[in-house]
C-alpha cells in the first residue's frame, strides 16, 4: 500500500536547485510569491521555502496542499520538509548540511513540532499567527515557550520579514472566500 | 511530481473495516501489538490505531516509519491519520463521523498539532512522553496548557490506559539499541 502526495506542476517549477537566493528577503518574497500562486490555484494561502544557510542554494518549495490531496497535514512547511527530504535522501536535514525554512506565515502548532524533527536549523517567517487566526484557520497551542523551547535546541527563530507584503495574501484570500479547512 | 509513502505489508494487513473493538483496553492493546510488530520490523517503537468512537469499528492504523520512509513527519500517529483521511477521501474525519485515536505513547508536539487539524474527536494515550524522553526521543515543547487547548476544541483526552504494557515496548527498544532518530 502506498500513499502519494500529489505535488503540482506550477510548485514543483518552483523547485530549482541551480537557483541561489541572497538575503532574507530574498528568500522569503519567493516564500510569498508561492503562497499568492497557491491562492491563484486553488490551495491555501501559505508559501515556503527552505535554502541552504551558507550557500543559499534553494533546495525545496512547499505549498499548502490540504484540500488538493485530502490530507490535514501538508501545510506548505511540511510538503517543503517532505520534498527536502526526499530529495536528500535522510530523513534529517542536519545530517546533510545546515539548512533553513523560510515561511510566509507563523508556523502552526504541528509544523513547529515538526521543524524540530526535520533537523532544520533557522526559521523564518512574515506574517505572525495572529493575522491567520484572524481569518479563521485554527493555528493551535503555540505559545512562546514553545519557540524558547527550540531556541534551546539550537534553531535560530526570525520574525517579520516582509510581514505587509506576506499578510496581503491572507488578506486576498479572505476576500476572495478561500476554503478555511478548519476540521 | 509525487511523494510516495510505503505502508508495509506487516502494517498493512492490520487495516481491516470489519473489525470491531470494543473497549479502551482492547484498542490500546491493539496499539501496543502495533507498536511491538514496528520494533520488530527495524521500525519506531510506536503504534496507533483509529476507530469510529461510535460503533468501534477499526478504520486506520499507523506505526512509526521514519527511518524507512526518510521522512521525520511519519510518527505512528500521522501515518494513521494519512491513512484515515486517505480511506475516507477527506481533510477532516469530522466530517466523515466520530473517530478516536489511540496511540501506544503520548503524542509529541508535531503530532498533538496534527490532532487537531485531523477532525479526530477523542485521544487516548498508553505510555506517558517522559518515557519516550528517557529513551532519548525528543519529543518538543507539550505544555498542560497545549492539551487543554484541545480540550476546549472538544477533543476529549484519556491517558494512561495499559499503561504498563505500553512502557515495555518503549524499554525493549532501548535495550535493542533501536535508532533514536532525532535530527
Known amino acids: 500500500m502506498k500513499i502519494t502526495v500529489d505535488i503540482p506542476d506550477w510548485l514543483e517549477k518552483y523547485i530549482n536547485p541551480d537557483r541561489t537566493l541572497s538575503s532574507d528577503e530574498e528568500k522569503m518574497l519567493l ?13 491555501g494561502p501559505f508559501g515556503a521555502v527552505i535554502t541552504n544557510r ?5 533546495l525545496s518549495c512547499g505549498a499548502n496542499l490540504v484540500v488538493k490531496n485530502n490530507l490535514s497535514i501538508l501545510h506548505a512547511e511540511i510538503v517543503a520538509i517532505m520534498i527536502a527530504q526526499k530529495l536528500l535522501g535522510s530523513y534529517s536535514l542536519a545530517r546533510a548540511g545546515e539548512f533553513e525554512l523560510f515561511s510566509s506565515s507563523e508556523p502552526c502548532a504541528m509544523c513547529l513540532g515538526a521543524i524540530l524533527w526535520s533537523g532544520i536549523k533557522r526559521v523564518v517567517w512574515g506574517a505572525p499567527s495572529e493575522v491567520a487566526r484572524n481569518i479563521g484557520f485554527d493555528e493551535g497551542p503555540v505559545y512562546e515557550q514553545s519557540w524558547s523551547y527550540l531556541k534551546s535546541k539550537g534553531i535560530e527563530i526570525v520574525s517579520g520579514i516582509k510581514q505587509k507584503e506576506a499578510e496581503e495574501n ?14
Open 31 to 43: 516564500a510569498i510569491e508561492i503562497a499568492g500562486k497557491s491562492i491563484e490555484n486553488g490551495g
Open 170 to 183: 491572507l488578506y486576498l484570500y479572505k476576500q476572495r472566500n478561500g476554503a478555511i479547512y478548519n476540521p
Open 54 to 58: 551558507k550557500t543559499g542554494e534553494l
